[in-house]
């Protein structure tokens, strides 16, 4: 007979770094804690960030959609969407996108949705370190529909939690795709006043958006802090304004700097995140104050979005004509790493890739 181990295959710990697996609504989750993050990730549902909880504050700075699709109940819906299916599963939290971007395509007979496959299905875990001053889980998911293996290493200590990961080609042939985070903050963070500080210079894109309540200008080009407002004017984007009723997104890249820091004077308290420049260039940042009064959000929401990515907002059709698609050759494997740190702010916004003795090249 098999001898099975326990179902929890984490140390019983309550104090300093620690972790869990359980049942929570419809997930399996894996929770690991810090003195000062505490995060739920569901394997459940693409190794979904549900929940990254300031211990300090004593809040989650994620934000979250209709309560039934956070809660990962079942349902049936009444037609499958052109674009794919990732919106009616879209909660919120943060999730990874791969192997497509934006828009639906077709790629070597493989039929894709808008943002991919992984974020809707189930992964695996295994815990590589279980330390009461650091924890360390590794999480991975075999695609269905593009042979591709995703593995994703969480490392959690202190206020910093890493993110190592690799994409392997399993096939025997050349694959190209696209690959980004998508990170949405919310809830009371995103308050009026909170300071998005990103290197100065950096180009910024207002892509073309299908939106009745876009904010800027579509198709126009500028350097950070200033965007085109709809109206023709040039204004300062660095700060989070009132909940006016509008969206918009502003593309930054390719970057020389891709270190974002979100902060929030009240709470004094700054959400870093860090990437790898080579493999995500771009980031996408989705700014919605109350606007989009129509499926998906209904004019009712507010969130901004960070999303590190390997190409502008484009298909991966268009990202393969131009040069910006990720390939793998058979058998192959690319690495990258991501960084996010919540801490108590202070006067330096020093580089966090630099402060973790990783610099983005």
Sequence with gaps: MTQLGPRDPFIRRAVGHFGRVALWEGHEIVEMSSPHIHLKISLSRGAEILEMRSRR????????????????????????????????????????????????????????????????????????????????????????????????????????????ESVENLSAEMIEFQWGHHLVLGGPFVDPGMEMIVNTGERIEIPSYPSPTYRYKVETESTWPSAYLADGSLADVSIVGETDGTDGHLILGPMSDTTVIFRNHKFETDVKIAWDMKVFPYCWIWMVLGGIPQWPLWGRDRLVTLEPFSSPVISLTDAIAQGSALKLNPKEKMRTWVLCEISAFSDSIESISTKNGVKSE
Excluded: C
């Design 57 to 164: 504050l004593d809040m989650d700075i994620l934000w979250h959609g209709h309560e039934d699709i956070v809660r990962h109940r079942p349902a049936t819906q009444t037609s499958a969407p052109s674009i794919g299916n990732f919106l009616d599963h879209f909660s919120g939290g943060w999730q990874e996108v791969l192997p497509t971007a934006q828009y639906p395509v077709e790629y070597k007979a493989a039929p894709i949705g808008a943002h991919g496959e992984v974020a809707m299905l189930s992964w695996n875990y295994r815990v590589i370190s279980d330390e009461s001053d650091s924890i360390s889980v590794e999480f991975f998911v075999d695609l269905r529909r593009f042979p591709l293996r995703l593995t994703r290493r969480m490392t959690l200590t202190d206020g910093v939690l890493r993110m190592d």
